[in-house]
């Protein structure tokens, strides 16, 4: 979480101005982290937690991640969008997800339970 705090503080969010930081720990103990990134043209936003996963393939670790942690500001906590949850899903559709806020509030999920029945690589023939 303290990976995910500091994340957040580098969060570039000014149109919303809302800051969200995460991290991936993976299961060789490596954490990697991310933060939201907005853009003058909305729709090129990446989340927190899509920064984080791919910060995490690009050092190599494509699998068995264990865990990842979003942090925001206040007391409501902010679960992972349907495009993170997928992006996610490629790479540990086993992994557990922790939600948390700069308050103290914290919850236990699971990515299974976020998103059930999902399509995977294993659904795609290899080419
Ligand atoms: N955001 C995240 O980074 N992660 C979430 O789980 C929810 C939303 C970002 C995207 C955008 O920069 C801002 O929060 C408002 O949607």
Redesign the pocket.
């Known amino acids: 979480m303290r990976v995910a705090a500091l994340a957040r503080e580098r969060a570039y969010?000014p149109y919303?101005g809302?800051k969200?930081g995460a991290a991936i720990r993976t299961k060789r103990n490596k954490i990697h982290g991310g933060a939201?990134v907005?853009n003058a043209s909305y729709g090129m936003?990446v989340?927190?937690?899509r920064c984080a996963a791919f910060a995490a393939v690009a050092a190599g670790e494509t699998k068995d991640w264990d865990a990842v942690a979003?942090i925001v500001a206040g007391d409501d906590l902010?679960?992972?969008?349907g495009a993170?949850r997928q992006v996610l899903y490629e790479f540990s559709p086993g992994m557990r997800v922790i939600l948390a806020t700069t308050t103290g509030k914290r919850k236990a999920t699971t990515l299974a339970e976020l998103l059930p029945d999902a399509f995977g690589p294993d659904r795609l023939p290899r080419v």
């Open positions: 969010a919303s809302y969200v939201n907005e936003t989340c927190a937690e979003v902010a679960s992972p969008c993170c």
